[in-house]
């Protein structure tokens, strides 16, 4: 932890001044954050029985609306992401989208509260002669999501980041501070979601609708309250203007300078003025992607104002502007072997409830069965025990053996978990080969419009599902450090997004996959691997096909970590030990 709780940074004509409080202001920002994933979480778990049981959906309609709604939720963060780096801020961004969340919740409450904000009652009516909600009912129902999305929008990328921001990067201290935030934000997270999970759900199901959503509207209320209070302590830092001008500008200069000569020494002949005030670390030059280094290439055409930036910046750009660009193609590659490794995990959160539907969930001798969607709390569980030892215990023995901050790499700790989903989905497989052969030869109960429920209990499920818990906690973790680190600290709500960007792209390739194989083999002499009688296919051959695609993913991670170069390091520059590091210019 960070000792000094508050730290001054005096302003000089390279930087603003900040005043970074550490831990002092954690409260609020952790607190903040808990109630808004107790409230969004609350409320969007269980939307669909929402949707199908009060608004009288059909399972098509509801399934879809809850997929847009979904997929708008995480591509929103890029343009919420964009907002704040380019013109608000951190701090009012997540302001403004903490009220906007707020107010789409509570009138998502109003929709259960009031009757006439929803279709009457069908009671055990066939759904197919219910009535439906009225265009007036819908619009009022959009709204609510429509709020929602601005505030998800806005407070997904920019949460994790507003919090790393309160601790000094130029203090050891500091960087200790940002890494242990990262690992116990994510601990509140899971925490909420399990408290979500259970006791929200338990209430919007068997007690009320109306109480169970307007208590995560309340969690949000505490959440506004928690996140203005704090506002004294923040260290709140200024928007750079837009970030994605300057990338294209690099961009088509070097493409109006590609028949120019690049000279022997660019470190010492580029043009590289770094504006005054400007919040980005100072990049040393590095040799990847030398065709870019003719942007910052000064001809006689070339006019310098008197503050000694370019006049026509479309023509001309600074060395510093062309390493941030290298920065953010450097990251590509490794976002998009994240976007495979999110396969695994949606799995796991996916036909793991099927294969409990078709499991022993009774508990013991009793007739308590544990609720199908309610086992992807051992998953949770299982990260939740897993970042405190991670943390406190195995990171400063670590530290101490590899004089490294965070005792290894970012990039090798995303390889661990990478790993440990390999191996989830290959003990997926193993469980449920195990789960069908019981079905067929010792079957306990029929499960209904799916098939035999086998006589294996669906505990043996928590091996798996613990293990992607602690891939999670190495990977996602590690991941959303990693574009932190590594954007350029006027990008880092952009780097925040992509995190929700990966996941909803990598939906659509397990979607995608799925129907694959869906289409290749009906007609095979296995069957189709997945039906809706589980018994009938062979999802275990899926998961082995999952498991497969997650090797050759950890190949192409492999050769992208080898090939990365970490923001800071310069040409051919190792890592070095912790105590060695300049502030944010390090391998982290």
Known sequence: MEKNNKTAVVATDDEPQLNYRGWKSMPFVIGNETFEKLGTTGTSSNLLVYLTTVFNMKSITATTLINIFSGTTNFATL???????????????????????????????????????????????????????????????????????????????????FGADQFNPNTESGKKGITSFFNWYYFTFTFAMMISLTVIVYVQSDVSWAWGLGIPAFMMFLSCAMFFLGSRLYAKVKPDGSPLAGTVQVFVAAIKKRHLKLPEEPWLTLHNHIPKNCINSKLPHTGQFRCLDKAAIMTPDDQIKSDGSAINPWRLSSMQKVEEVKVLIRVIPIWASAIVYYVALVQQQTYVVFQALQSDRRVGNTHFKIPAASYAIFSMLGLTIWIPIYDRIIVPRLQRLTKKEGGITILQRMAIGMILAIFTMIISGIIEDKRRSLALSRPVGLEQRRGAISSLSGLWLIPQLSLIGFSEAFTIIAEVEFYYKQFPENMRSIGGSLTFVGYAISNYLSGFLISMVHRFTKGASTGDWL???????????????????????FGFFLLCAKWYKYKGSGDGAPEVAMEKLNPEKSPV
């Open 531 to 553: 039906p809706e009688d589980l018994n009938k296919g062979r999802l275990d051959y899926f998961y082995y096909l999952v498991a497969a695609l997650g090797l050759l993913n």
């Open 79 to 161: 343009l919420g992401a964009f907002l704040s780096d380019t013109y608000f801020g951190r701090y009012k961004t997540l302001g403004f989208a903490s009220v906007a969340s707020f107010l789409g919740m509570l009138v998502l409450t109003l929709t259960a509260a009031i009757s006439k904000l929803h279709p009457p009652d069908c009671g055990n009516q066939d759904s197919g002669a219910c009535p439906g909600p009225t265009p007036w009912q819908l619009a009022f129902l959009f709204i609510g999501l429509g709020l929602m999305v601005i505030g998800a929008g806005g407070i997904r990328p920019c949460n994790l980041a």
